[in-house]
């Protein structure tokens, strides 16, 4: 039996296996990272914030003048993303192929029932529930995606581009005005606490010099519990890969001491 082939391959695919397993392990660590930041920063109350490190908990409310649209369905919020992907051949199947993406956010306030404070949302980080997915052809999308493609100058790019009709696939996700957020970062004084007139926040929250800013939209319990099941995942999965990797090395020592 020849096994040349096997010993060229069989080394490939071991070290294919190597490097994903090093990525979901590099994952589950960024994943606990936040989650024992998540746990160690202690949840208060708007009245009673300081500058430094901080975890609140409250309603979004928008600054006036303040609001975006979201791009599909066409709701207020103060922040969206949205992604398109196209149907694409490969071998004898298809998969959805990003094709577009993109975000966009502004400041809101942060209100309990003790006030509001100032988030400063366009350098935060945001992980928002998913809202909307729907596939279309490019020539037959509803209203809302249809005004947001002409907008952004990309039907004529959909339409023109591929020879054959293709599907689409549009997702959405958005925080609106009254939604529930989480929010994690650092407290400052605000610079201007009577800039805008129904808000008159005392402290601004934004990203510290060696931090970020998270906002989830989801309570700090439901996001915990999601945090502790991804990084369970993430390091099964790193562990399969790395013992399907040894194997692999294993055995085109064996195929190679053959030879």
């Given at each position: 039996?020849?096994?040349s082939?096997?010993s060229?391959?069989i080394?490939?695919?071991?070290?294919i296996?190597?490097?994903?397993?090093?990525?979901?392990?590099?994952?589950?660590?960024?994943?606990?990272?936040l989650?024992?930041?998540?746990?160690?920063t202690?949840?208060?109350l708007?009245r009673?914030?300081?500058?430094?490190?901080?975890?609140?908990?409250?309603k979004v409310?928008?600054?006036?003048?303040?609001?975006?649209?979201?791009p599909?369905?066409?709701?207020?919020c103060?922040?969206?993303?949205?992604a398109?992907?196209?149907?694409?051949?490969?071998?004898?199947?298809?998969?959805?192929?990003?094709?577009?993406?993109?975000?966009?956010?502004?400041?809101?306030?942060?209100?309990d029932e003790?006030?509001?404070?100032?988030?400063?949302?366009?350098?935060?980080?945001?992980?928002?529930s998913e809202?909307?997915?729907s596939?279309?052809?490019a020539?037959?999308?509803?209203g809302?995606?249809g005004?947001?493609?002409k907008?952004?100058?990309?039907?004529?790019k959909?339409?023109?581009?591929?020879?054959?009709?293709?599907?689409f696939?549009?997702?959405?996700?958005?925080?609106?005005?009254?939604?529930?957020?989480?929010?994690?970062?650092?407290?400052?004084?605000?610079?201007?606490?009577?800039?805008s007139?129904?808000?008159?926040?005392?402290?601004l929250?934004?990203?510290?010099?060696?931090?970020?800013?998270f906002?989830?939209?989801?309570h700090?319990?439901?996001?915990l519990?999601?945090?502790?099941?991804?990084?369970?995942?993430?390091?099964?999965?790193g562990a399969?890969?790395?013992?399907?990797?040894i194997?692999?090395?294993?055995i085109?020592?064996i195929?190679?001491?053959?030879?």
């Amino acid at each position: 039996m020849d096994y040349s082939n096997l010993s060229m391959i069989i080394p490939l695919g071991a070290g294919i296996l190597t490097v994903i397993g090093a990525l979901f392990f590099f994952h589950a660590r960024r994943i606990v990272m936040l989650k024992d930041k998540i746990e160690k920063t202690r949840s208060i109350l708007v009245r009673g914030i300081t500058e430094g490190p901080v975890s609140l908990e409250g309603k979004v409310v928008p600054i006036a003048r303040g609001v975006l649209k979201s791009p599909f369905l066409r709701r207020d919020c103060v922040y969206y993303s949205y992604a398109i992907k196209r149907l694409a051949p490969k071998e004898f199947t298809n998969y959805w192929k990003p094709y577009r993406r993109g975000s966009k956010a502004v400041d809101f306030y942060l209100e309990d029932e003790t006030g509001k404070a100032l988030i400063n949302g366009q350098k935060a980080v945001f992980d928002v529930s998913e809202e909307f997915t729907s596939t279309y052809f490019a020539d037959n999308v509803p209203g809302g995606i249809g005004a947001f493609l002409k907008e952004s100058r990309l039907v004529e790019k959909l339409t023109k581009a591929f020879t054959l009709p293709r599907e689409f696939r549009f997702s959405e996700a958005s925080l609106a005005p009254g939604s529930w957020a989480y929010v994690l970062g650092y407290a400052t004084k605000n610079p201007h606490p009577k800039k805008s007139p129904e808000g008159k926040a005392s402290y601004l929250v934004r990203g510290g010099l060696n931090n970020q800013l998270f906002i989830f939209s989801r309570h700090k319990v439901n996001l915990l519990s999601a945090l502790g099941v991804q990084y369970r995942k993430s390091l099964t999965l790193g562990a399969v890969s790395f013992v399907l990797g040894i194997a692999a090395l294993v055995i085109s020592l064996i195929i190679f001491l053959k030879i």
